[in-house]
């Protein structure tokens, strides 16, 4: 099932990776997304936010199937290398290693020009749901192995 759109950026990834390839997402960033307006009026650029959201709906797509029900704890690192127009395609390749408890996601984010971001997640096993209802929009996405269902996406 795909990721449900919560906020202003429509695309989603596609798992574009060969058998034996690394894992690979790609994503078409389209000149008509929400976000161009604003940021910047007369000279676009595909937010930084968006590109590591970009990079977490990636993660969602491929959690290694031995990783189990996961959540995304924490964004360890983040650098931001050169812009994401309207109309590039980024593609997001990844690397996946158990850390004791958790598992790291590390991920490339590039544009046909080169690297436009890496990010570091990390990510823990889901809690198990509990019966008590949760604040809207606070509950952790979860997803069990390569499936991803989300609750909200910030972008």
Request: charged share 20%.
């Amino acid at each position: 099932m795909a990721p449900l759109a919560a906020g202003p950026v429509r695309a989603f990834p596609e798992i574009s990776s060969e058998p034996g390839a690394p894992l690979r997402t790609t994503v078409q960033v389209h000149a008509d997304e929400r976000v161009f307006p604003g940021h910047y009026p007369g000279f676009p650029i595909f937010p930084g936010v968006c590109v590591v959201e970009q990079v977490r709906r990636s993660a969602l797509a491929t959690v290694p199937a031995d990783a189990g029900k996961v959540i995304v704890r924490a964004i360890e690192s983040t650098r931001f290398l050169s812009p994401v127009f309207p109309g590039d395609r980024l593609t997001v390749e990844l690397t996946w290693s158990p850390r004791g408890e958790a598992w790291r996601c590390e991920a490339v984010a590039a544009t046909e020009r080169g690297r436009a971001a890496t990010v570091r997640l990390r990510l823990v096993a889901a809690p198990e749901p509990s019966t008590s209802a949760e604040p809207h929009g606070t509950a952790p996405v979860a997803v069990d192995g390569p499936s991803t269902q989300e609750r909200k996406a910030p972008c």
